[in-house]
């Protein structure tokens, strides 16, 4: 398992791309952390109104740390992005199989 602090998600086959994470500092990578551990204990995924409430770090720091999340696939969201609907951000199922391939992820915290 990779020990690598800007390192989300280990992949058992082949690495994920990494390099995307590596841009980002440090402050936003332990934010990121953050998110994905309090993302890993929720069932329905949480809004980011409930995440600011959650996670320790800057409001702004926060959003950017979920905007890279999803960006990099690491997230996902629902929700039409409204007040009514608000997105709900939570981790996909990132564990597949076929018959050629298996990729199987799991986070490193």
């Not at 841009?23 to 953050?34: E, F, G, M, N, Q």
């Not at 997230?75 to 050629?100: E, M």
Request: glycine residues 6%; aromatic residues 6%; proline residues 4%.
């Amino acid at each position: 398992m990779s020990n690598n602090s800007s390192s989300y998600l280990h992949n058992s086959g082949s690495s994920p791309p990494l390099h995307v994470i590596d841009t980002l500092d440090s402050k936003l990578i332990k934010v990121a952390k953050r998110i994905i551990k309090r993302l890993a204990l929720s069932k329905d995924g949480l809004c980011e109104v409930e995440l600011t409430k959650l996670v320790t770090g800057r409001t702004r720091r926060i959003a950017l740390a979920l905007r890279e999340l999803i960006r990099v696939g690491y997230l996902a969201k629902n929700g039409a992005g409204v007040k009514s609907d608000p997105y709900r951000y939570f981790i996909p199922s990132v564990s597949t199989a076929n018959t050629t391939n298996e990729t199987v992820y799991e986070v490193v915290i």
